[in-house]
Nanobody
Framework: QVHLVESGGGLVQAGGSLRLSCAAS????????AGWYRQAPGKQRELVAT???????NYADSVKGRFTISRDNAKNRVYLQMFSLKPEDTGVYYC?????WGQGTQVTVSA
């Protein structure tokens, strides 16, 4: 397993941007797909974006064109750059690496 720690969440107005960062420990991080999920109050956790070892990405339809996922395997980090944020993007954002989850970071977008 990999230990994951997210940072970068916060409160932002609609239309604003945030950059989430996930720091991973463990040598296998760079060999596995990583990603971000989110969970809004009263809703199930949902996929936001994933990135594989080769840099191939996958996004939820709701964030395509607004969010960008990237990774730096040398630093054991994965990032989520979020632009044009909407109130519906509010939730706890979790870093994921196959069988590991971070503790989550809160993102709140005000109208």
């Amino acid at each position: 397993q990999v230990h994951l720690v997210e940072s970068g969440g916060g409160l932002v107005q609609a239309g604003g941007s945030l950059r989430l960062s996930c720091a991973a420990s463990g040598s296998v991080f760079g060999t596995r797909t990583a990603g971000w999920y989110r969970q809004a109050p009263g809703k199930q956790r949902e996929l936001v974006a994933t990135i594989n070892v080769g840099g191939g990405t996958n996004y939820a339809d709701s964030v395509k064109g607004r969010f960008t996922i990237s990774r730096d395997n040398a630093k054991n980090r994965v990032y989520l750059q979020m632009f044009s944020l909407k109130p519906e993007d509010t939730g706890v954002y979790y870093c994921w690496n196959v069988d590991s989850w971070g503790q989550g970071t809160q993102v709140t977008v005000s109208a």
